[in-house]
């Protein structure tokens, strides 16, 4: 169904195969290798003949929140599904360069697909859950995983029901159908669905794009609680969204080849106030067209 | 709007017409016979000569032929469905999925001639003598495995094989399209959470389908329910006081279809209308609730794409 090509060579040190951009810095400190989730090395993406990303490399740091924001159709949703190789999914796509997770490439062929989505949980735009309980649903992933006690299971459910901050609210109808809940809680639970597998991290493509302010703000106040403990990345077209919950920015755009490239990766404190490129102030500012 | 209303309207005036003639045109049988006509019964109990009509062996007949057919046929459509809508790569859906519909249009006398010329001798005759000698030694199974298959192969097991392969394309056709409808949205949900293709689709994919896949089932299983032409032709059309599905059988339709031009008697005539009232009432039932599952499951999907 689909080819992947990899630049990968013979160099065999982890470090040397890693490589790391010397954008990214916390504080002005350059960040220390270990703390970096993802790193993409040369990236590029084609639908068919059409290539949607072009020469991306980006470093996303670990236990943080990255945004990544650009105009519509720059392959922002591209990038973020190619972290978990979601992309494998549409026919006739292919991938040059190379994603690594903690230091692994996740497109070497030896890489088992199934492990790298356990391991990266995602949220989409639109709440999706399963015509099942909201406890079925919340416990889908780990009985996959092999669990099986009821008592554990009770426990997984809530603790991340909890976590999405949806426990409250459902605690007392969790033998009711997830697909009756209100849009935003159904979000929370599909939220609290991907937690429930433990992940490392977890891409959200636009997660609050359906949702009203309040429910939008419950989803942010979610991102911050979970930040200590998974590494998140975001989607959005929502500047101050932006501005709001994520630490670091990645500003996208089409360059002269209609493919999407990486135009500055930053603090997002960096990126609003001082952006070092001429296009990335022109979008935050609002004078992109 | 007008016109859609008033052919749906025709629609149900036709079948209210229709069931109404058979109930009154069959009076006379009922009179004579009252809820006898349905008593489990079997042997001579329908004789046109001495006037004794009753019409379990009828009833058995297409129970079980269809029985037989929707056990087969459901697990492999299901099957050709799922390899169809999921896991077939995309230029081989297309041509598949059209050969599929062509063999649910192929005329169904055609089904009972390749029946007789090929299937038969092929595989039911020694399918048959398989059974009875494995399933036919087993106590309670002996029933419906006793005795010797005919030579010619003709009997309930050839004609319950034979309406397996007539409804393979529709129970396949539309299971293909309900898995179809599913969104998308639920198997990236699936995947994402490290499911693999296979836990996608037996754990979200058939539960969110499985009632327009049982719809899609009683469809196939109405079809078998009426079914006539191929199954007078393997069925052996004869009466035997057993249940056996080694033995020839007849079923309500090709009784019907056998006997009626020919009926020797009012009273005979009347019987066999009461026997098509009885078979009118079974595929009516089962679409019914084919139905009423198929359009459960649509709307459930229209709501989720307003959601
Ligand atoms: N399944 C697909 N098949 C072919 N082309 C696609 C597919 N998905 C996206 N594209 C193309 O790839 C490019 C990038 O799309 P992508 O969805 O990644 O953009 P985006 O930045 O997420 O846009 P938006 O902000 O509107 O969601 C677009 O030109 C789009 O038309
Ligand atoms: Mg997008």
Known sequence: ?289 | MTLIAGASLLVVALMLAIGGLLIQDSTGARQVFGWSFLLPNLGSTWNPVTGQFQGWSFIYGTLVTSLVAILIALPMSLGIAIFLAELSPGWLRAPLGTLIELLAAIPSVVYGLWGIFVFLPAVVVRAGAFLSETLGKIPLLQVVFMGQIPSSGASRLAAGLILAIMIIPTITAVSRDVFRAIPMAQREASLALGATQWETITRVLIPYGLSGILGAAILGLGRAVGETMAVTMVIGNSLQGSYSLLLPGYTMSSVIANEFAEAVSTLHSEALIEVALILFGFTLILNGIARLLVWKIGSRTVEEARA
């Open chain 1, 1 to 289: 169904m689909q080819t992947i090509s990899s630049t990968a060579g013979e160099v065999t040190s982890r470090e040397l195969r890693q490589p790391q951009s010397p954008l990214v810095t916390i504080k002005g400190e350059p960040l220390p290798l270990t703390s970096s989730k993802f790193v993409l090395s040369d990236l590029a993406f084609y639908y068919g003949k059409v290539q949607a990303l072009a020469g991306i490399s980006i470093t996303i740091p670990a236990n943080h929140i990255t945004a990544i924001i650009g105009p519509s159709g720059c392959g922002k949703s591209t990038l973020l599904r190619t972290l978990n190789r979601m992309n494998d999914l549409i026919p006739k796509t292919r991938i040059e360069g190379q994603v690594f997770l903690d230091g692994d490439d996740i497109y070497s062929p030896n890489v088992d697909v199934v492990d790298v989505r356990r391991r990266v949980g995602m949220v989409f735009q639109r709440p999706n859950p399963f015509p099942m309980s909201i406890y079925d649903n919340v416990s889908y992933g780990p009985r996959l995983y092999g669990v099986t006690k009821r008592a554990d299971l009770d426990q997984i459910v809530e603790f991340s029901l909890q976590q999405a901050a949806l426990w409250d609210e459902v605690k007392d109808k969790l033998t009711q159908s997830g697909m009756a809940l209100s849009g935003g809680q159904q979000q929370r639970l599909c939220i609290a669905r991907a937690l429930a597998v433990e992940p490392d991290a977890i891409l959200m493509d636009e997660p609050a794009s359906a949702l009203d302010p309040i429910a939008t703000l419950k989803i942010e106040e979610l991102m911050q609680t979970l930040k200590s403990s998974y590494t998140i990345v975001i989607v959005t077209h929502n500047m101050q969204q932006a501005a709001r919950v994520s630490e670091f920015t990645a500003f996208m755009m089409i360059d002269q080849n209609r493919a999407g490239t990486l135009v500055e990766f930053g603090e997002t404190a960096q990126i609003f106030t001082r952006p070092k490129n001429r296009q990335t102030e022109d979008y935050v500012t609002g004078r992109f067209g």
